[in-house]
């Protein structure tokens, strides 16, 4: 990770750790790069989309005003999920795509996440270059005169495009199925309930009504309870909820339990290798998906991998070893036949293929996996990298991996989108979660680590 780029962009409290000022030098070094080859009567040409939160557009001013400040014309999908943004810049043929949006994060956080011209995120080395350029370490870029100062379009077709390409994916329309869908006061409520509407179900929407304030604020894939009741007691056949930029994907089945990112990566393994569809026979995951999840992989004869935290790692395992699928149990969910990142909506559209073709509800799709406990507890601390260097602590996480055996485990990782510290112990049961997780959290405040 870099100073300001992490593992899924610029990401922080907006205008205190990510800034107008940044967001401008963000565009000008974006406008300068793409189009320092081009000839000189050709402009750099780069969408934007963003999510709800108030300061999206304040960041989004700022982005266009550095980017045609620098010579790039300027496309604005408005109001969008991240994979569409994804999914103009492949289709379209622009040079590169951003993305505001602070993902899952509360409404006065931002992000800005940078898409190369192939649809998946940015190369570490133009992010180097920016944040050089943020800091003052490289010669000012020239400002763009006269005909070459960049134009901005509206290009809200671009979401409409996207929109109808969504609609292509299922094999069978959904026509007397009852869908829930939670919006998550985020990106999605421009986009999902069209489509299912469209594919013939009776969509019943919550949390589609963003203000600026209010995105994922106890709703969407982070605050799963509100879908859980919807679903229930409209007696609806599934639901789905999506985080603030609809890049995440979680479930509910008919009797409201949660289809979360483990089980939607074994109901789409199982089904594609049935159909002969699972390239390398191979699913890749991150070291926080659940044990039980590589038993039952293991029962079903399948082969998987495992990355560090993030769909960006994920991805990038994917495309080296030509794997077609991919996640996290966040509800990340990478189908490389479709999209180059994480897609809240198509993940909804592909786990409402399995269930029609299976002609089953969906909490049959999870026989045959069972989940162990898992107990995540994040610890806010001022300085992540002493925390996972201090051999106390490290002692005391070992100290519980060689208690736990075969039958659990222990992860200790760095958050990286905020200044936390994960803790992370599954087991036989909850009680044993707790004890291990509090035991190794108690070692990090007695150090005085805890921020």
Known sequence: MGKYFGTDGFRGEANIDLTVEHAYKVGRYLGYYFGKDKPESEHA??????????SSYMFEYSLVAGLTASGADVYLMHVTPTPSVSYIVRSDEFDCGIMISASHNPFYDNGIKIINNQGSKMDAAVEEEIEKYIDGLIPEIPYATRENIGRTTDYSMGRNRYIGYLMTVPTRGFKNLKIGLDCANGASSTVAKAVFDALGAKTYVIHNEPDGTNINRDCG???????????????????????????????????????????????????????GKLINNTVVTTVMSNLGLYKAFDAAGINYMKTAVGDKYVYECMMENGYILGGEQSGHIIFAKNARTGDGVLTSLKLMEVMIERKTKMSELVRGLQIYPQLLVNVRVRDKALVMQNEQVLAAAKQVETSLGD????????????????VMVEAKTDALCKQHADAVVQVIKDLGFEA
């Not at 040409?45 to 108030?54: A, C, E, F, Q, S």
């Not at 760095?414 to 936390?420: A, C, K, M, V």
Request: hydrophobic share 35%; aromatic share 6%.
């Open 45 to 54: 040409r780069i969408v934007i989309g963003k999510d709800t939160r108030r």
């Open 221 to 275: 894939s982070t605050h799963i309870e509100s879908l859980k009741k919807f679903v229930l007691e409209n007696q609806l056949d599934a639901g789905f909820a999506y985080d603030g930029d609809a890049d995440r994907c979680l479930a509910v089945d008919e009797k409201g339990n949660l289809i979360d990112g483990d089980m939607i990566l074994y109901i789409c393994g199982t089904y594609l290798k049935e159909q």
């Open 407 to 422: 039958e659990g485990r222990i992860l200790l990782r760095e958050s990286g989108t905020e200044p936390l510290i994960r």
